[in-house]
């Protein structure tokens, strides 16, 4: 913490990011960058997925789209500034734009550890109470157990942040992080009783919430774990508990993520590696999570080879169309250049056929999209038979 006279409100403050890795910012740019392409493009990739596949209109996928939501606005809300820093060395936040950021990304890492927990009762439910799993986990009780988990979340981190803005710096506090993490902005502050209050607030809240949905987690799993075993077919016990392996890994990746963190908090460890630890912790959830689920989830496998016959079957049609609709724009080209010779500099200008041109692509970008949809909620067997090269309308049909 720091000594300091300074007692006016504080305006900015310095994020020093690592101070060890001042000389490497261009790697450290293009290594985030591509973590944050990642994570956005995979996340996005199972939202789609479960909205367009009725298949996966299921309330266990209907909490995924929710995780994939806040893991998207999680790394939103410190990677773009940490790119900023690396790239341009924009070091400087402002404090409200500090204490946001603090708020958001706390707030969603509550929200990301709350939801973990709604979906191992919703895998309890399904494996241990599967005859009344249809009428408990209903559409209307999923959208209240998400927004239970969202509201509840979003609260917890409010007095810890306030009081912070509340506590005394210097003019230019230097923050030793890549973002405003609570305990890196208190540790900024001017030494005094409510800073170090604030570093044990912050403590006891993050053990709070880590531990108290821990133990409802593995609660949960003793109990389906004592289900699975009670299942006399070895098939039926393997795929009980092939339906919530992935959210155990998931859970487990989260954990691990969270105990890194506190072993570089409490061991005496250097700032980069503390620092690390708490980068790893912000993106290492949001970028294996859509990989988990991609890769041991059939149902999520089976959606992602529909959804990618649906995408060519789409770029295949949208490109016909375009290359229809720019014939029709070229003749009118032609007519104008043949027909009105005199008034063909002045119709045709620039501006005139740049915007022929995008109403062609705008309007045949359009034209497959009803047909693909509609066709995406047919029923199709698990290993339908396409009698064609590629995905055509007619032969998927």
Known sequence: MENCNFTGPVQYFFLVGFPNLQDHQFPLFFVFLAFYLLILASNLTIIVAV??????????????????????????????????????????????????????????????????????????????????????????????????????????PIPAVVQSSQLVYREMPRVYHCFCDHLAVVQAACQNSSAIFQTFLGFTIAMTVSFVPLLLVSVSYIYIILSILRINSKDGRSKAFSTCSSHLIVVSTYYSSIAMAYVSYRADMPLDVHIMSNVVFAILTPLVNPLIYTLRNKDVKSAMKRMACFLQMYGFHFLTVTEAFLLAVMAYDHYEA?????????????????????????????????SIVEMSYLGFSERAVVYHCFCDHLAVA
């Open 51 to 156: 909205v367009v596949d009725p298949e996966l209109h299921k309330p266990m996928y209907f909490f995924l789209t929710n995780l994939s939501i806040v893991d998207i606005l999680l790394t939103t809300t410190t990677i773009p500034k940490m790119l900023a820093m690396f790239l341009i060395d924009s070091r400087l936040i402002s404090a409200l734009g500090c204490f946001l950021q603090m708020y958001c990304f706390h707030g969603l890492a509550v929200t990301e550890t709350f939801l973990l927990v709604v979906m191992s009762y919703d895998r309890y439910e399904a494996i241990c109470n599967p005859l009344h799993y249809t009428v408990r986990m209903t559409k209307r009780g999923n959208i209240q157990l998400a927004a239970s988990a969202w509201v509840s979340a979003l609260l917890v």
């Open 338 to 370: 043949i027909c009105n010779p005199l008034h063909y500099p002045v119709k045709r200008s620039r501006r005139m056929n740049i915007q022929l041109a995008a109403i062609a692509w705008l309007m045949a970008s359009m034209v497959p999209i009803r």
